[in-house]
Nanobody, 118 residues
Framework: QVQLVESGGGLVQPGGSLRLSCAVS????????MAWYRQAPGKQRELVAR?????????DVMDSLQGRFTISRDNAANTVYLQMSSLKPEDTAVYYC??????????WGQGTQVTVSS
């Protein structure tokens, strides 16, 4: 059974930074494109960033987040990361990782709460 365990969230002031981690188990992690998603209160879950399989490092980030968010992966550690900087209150959400292919997603993990507030 595939498990997704997100961590690294917390309360941060505007302008601050956080690094989220997602540990993946129960699957051959390296062969799948992965992504980070987020869901703010009262809103639908949205794609934040995705990264291709393997070691190519090809990635893309939602247009409005470019320059502030970076996605990366460590295939040896079965982990995908989201580095977030210059955080804004509108970045407040629960952040999740999952496969980038919306037709082949795993069961969602518990997510990690990110709250940006002074």
């Amino acid at each position: 059974q595939v498990q997704l365990v997100e961590s690294g969230g917390g309360l941060v002031q505007p302008g601050g930074s956080l690094r989220l981690s997602c540990a993946v188990s129960g699957t051959v992690f390296s062969i799948f494109s992965m992504a980070w998603y987020r869901q703010a209160p009262g809103k639908q879950r949205e794609l934040v960033a995705r990264i291709s399989s393997g070691n190519s490092g090809r990635s893309d980030v939602m247009d409005s987040l470019q320059g502030r968010f970076t996605i990366s992966r460590d295939n040896a550690a079965n982990t995908v990361y989201l580095q977030m900087s210059s955080l804004k209150p509108e970045d407040t959400a629960v952040y999740y990782c999952n496969r980038a292919d919306s037709f082949s997603m795993y069961s969602w993990g518990q997510g990690t709460q990110v709250t940006v507030s002074s």
